[in-house]
């Protein structure tokens, strides 16, 4: 399970080999320093660096480039070390030929992994703008275990102040001697992942993607920096800045991982040519195939948009990337549209003010004139700047229309005729289908709200009225009812994404008043169990959870996550929570808080349909409660905001069509394979 960070979060280690991946859109230095318990480098002996590429446990590049992978052997590295910082910086700092600043690349990635690839940490270092050096990440100490924490601090001054920062006393000559050894090595740097062009107007870069909910995240996962992927809309449609996560497939894979191991050099050539210093044991991963292109465009036409033609190692990270650049690109023309409608609106009311502030011109003729002048320019800048939101929402609703039959199960509405025909997965993919987001300037198109998996926080799908519901929900009940409905349909995909005997649901429901809405689920046996009623049900279901992530805490942070019990059940755990606080007394309540805070992280998630104001009794006591999980609406509404325009997304729930019986046979194909499991 992959713990997507954000800026300052930590997360504990299972493993103490571990490899470090990072992926940039240029050639980028890396390099890492050891510390003491204050986290000082003493001496320039403590840093890793292409000059001086390893240390005890520790291994970094030769050479500048656009892609590293770093091997760490945390049981190798002294006692003395206490931090271990990985550090990127751009080569030459400002004087080099390259970017000038991070602000003006990709946001760089950077995974944890083990050495059988599995990734554990990830972190996108997004908000970077003047700096050319950053620690990016901190692997610590603390109290006997390892820890990784997501740094993201940035330096203008580039390494020299980035050193000087950590208390190494040489760290201008230190940054020096790094500088003249990537200029060495440059000859030899991986060259940045060219964009695949199928046409011109479509450019992708390289970088990762969050959703709404991270919620990196999103994805997990697409984060640009301070000058991402929304800057001033131009005439090359909405695919012309388009920054799509994932590996670039233009490009051979980048440096295969290091190994701590000293390794025996290679037989020197006997004849002349380029020496080959390849080692004969490592192998790089052939590069994926190349994603479908568009039939040749006539003249002056746009390309045709063909379905995955994103960047990725599979069809499904490539769909995944496309969907999160079409959301990008809906978030940026929209910004330019609105930017240009203020701009003609203050330029307006500038120009009234101008005829209104003199006397002489504020009545007859000439002051009409001015106004009919006025009011005529903004219709015109008005005009023109539809004219660019429509050009480029035909260009997005196009390439709708050919991604949206192409989606797996996992991304696709209840609609989709690909649902018909569901297999249960062998693995897990990467991401569900929570919904359809909209803006109001582009009504008919949808864009699928994807969120990575697993959870990273738990849903609240609120029962509550809001503004958007219309008087067709005046009654409360009726709410209520769709609000289960929804949450039965996010957990038969859930049932429906996961493998067979990987992820099992429980269901609290003290009043028993979702027993028609749950009856799908209780009637093919996909629940742990009978929806737990009463105030003994939801002690029972709460204490048996909480019990579990504490076990699995100790477990991992013990560094014995392979002694747990015999037949203990290690599948994905999901609560769902109706008529919430009913049968709660006070330690359900702080028990229920502490799943939510603490059992994302052990696989126990929580999925609550409730209506806020029947909590309010408890005052502020839960307000960090709603905060920490992801709030959905059985109805239509704005409530969901991108991080980097700020827009208000109005969210859809994806229900099943009225009279379908496609969530019955889902649930009874994830049944059939439960019971050939167990």
């Known amino acids: 399970m992959t713990a997507e960070l954000v800026r300052g979060q930590n997360h504990p280690l299972s493993q103490v080999r571990l490899e470090i991946r990072i992926s940039a859109g240029t050639p980028v230095v890396a390099a890492a320093t050891t510390g003491d318990e204050q986290g000082r480098v003493p001496d320039a002996e403590w840093v890793a660096h292409p000059g001086a590429p390893a240390l005890p446990g520790l291994e970094v590049s030769r050479q500048a480039a656009a892609d590293h992978r770093l091997a760490v052997d945390l049981d190798a590295v002294p006692t003395a070390v206490h931090r271990v910082s990985v550090l990127l910086a751009l080569p030459g700092g400002r004087s080099g030929g390259g970017p000038q600043r991070f602000g003006a690349v990709a946001a760089p990635f950077v995974a944890v992994t083990g050495l059988d690839g599995t990734e554990l940490v990830s972190y996108t270092l997004t908000g970077l703008d003047s700096e050319t050096a950053v620690v990016a990440l901190e692997l610590y100490r ?69 959703g709404p909910d991270q919620t990196g995240s999103p994805h997990g996962a697409s984060g640009a920096g301070a000058s991402g992927p929304y800057g001033a809309q131009d005439d090359a449609g909405p695919h012309s800045a388009r920054t799509t996560p994932g590996p670039d497939t233009s490009q051979p894979a980048g440096p295969t991982p290091v190994s701590p191991v000293p390794e025996e050099p290679a037989t020197p050539p006997t004849g002349g040519g380029p020496v080959d210093y390849t080692h004969p044991g490592r192998q790089s991963a052939a590069p994926p195939p190349p994603p479908p292109t568009a039939p040749p465009a006539a003249p002056g036409q746009p390309a045709q948009p063909v379905a995955g033609d994103a960047t990725g190692w599979s069809m499904e990270e490539r769909l995944y990337n496309q969907v999160w650049g079409m959301f990008e690109d809906l978030a940026r023309t929209t910004a330019a ?110 864009i699928p709200m994807l969120l990575r998996l697993p959870l990273e926080r738990g849903l609240w799908i609120d029962c509550g009225r809001t503004a958007a519901a219309d008087d067709s929900f005046a009654d409360a009940h009726d709410l209520r009812r769709l609000a289960m409905e929804c949450a039965v349909a996010h957990t038969a995909r859930l049932l429906a994404a996961y493998p067979a005997g990987e992820f099992t649901v429980h269901v609290i429901d003290p009043a028993g008043s979702g027993a028609q809405a749950l009856g799908p689920l209780v009637r093919h046996g996909v629940l742990a169990g009978p929806p737990a009623v009463g105030a003994a049900g939801v002690k029972d279901v709460l204490e048996r959870l909480t019990q579990r992530v504490d076990l699995v805490q100790m477990a991992v942070r013990g560094g014995a996550a392979d002694s747990l019990p ?113």
């Not at 009919?372 to 939101?389: F, P």
């Open 142 to 210: 603390r109290q006997g275990a390892w820890k990784v924490r997501a740094v993201g601090q940035g330096y203008a001054g580039g390494l020299a102040e980035l050193f000087t920062d950590q208390g190494l006393p040489q760290a201008h000559q230190l940054a020096s001697g790094i500088h003249e050894a990537v200029t060495r090595g440059l000859a030899r740097a991986l060259p940045a992942p060219r964009p695949r062009t199928p046409d011109a107007d479509r450019p992708h870069a390289a970088a990762s993607a969050p």
């Open 337 to 446: 549209y609105r930017s240009a409608v203020d701009f003609a609106d203050s330029r307006r009311e500038k120009e009234l003010d101008q005829v209104l502030s003199d006397p002489r011109s504020r009545g007859g003729d000439q002051a009409e004139a001015a106004r009919d002048a006025a009011h005529l320019k903004y219709a015109q800048l008005v005009d023109h700047a539809r004219q660019a939101l429509d050009r480029d929402l035909a260009q997005l609703t196009a390439e709708a229309d050919v991604v949206e039959p192409a989606l797996p199960p996992a991304f696709a509405r209840w609609d989709n005729p690909v649902w018909h025909a569901y297999r249960v997965p062998m693995e897990i993919p990467m991401a569900l289908r929570m919904g359809d987001l909209r803006l109001p300037e582009s009504d008919p198109l949808r």
């Open 566 to 678: 015999p037949g203990f059940d290690t599948s994905e755990q999901l609560l769902v929570v109706n008529d919430f606080p009913h049968g709660f007394d006070d330690r359900a309540v702080t028990q229920l808080r502490y799943l939510a805070d603490e059992g994302p992280a052990v696989g126990v998630h929580l999925m609550m349909v409730a209506d806020r104001e029947d909590a309010s009794g408890y005052g502020p006591l839960l307000d960090p409660l709603w905060r920490s999980l992801l709030r959905l609406t059985p109805v239509p509404d704005d409530h969901l905001a991108d991080p980097w325009v700020g827009h208000a997304w109005t969210y859809e729930p994806t229900l099943v069509p009225p009279g379908s019986q496609v969530l019955h046979q889902v649930l009874s194909q994830v049944a059939t394979a439960r019971a050939k499991h167990w």
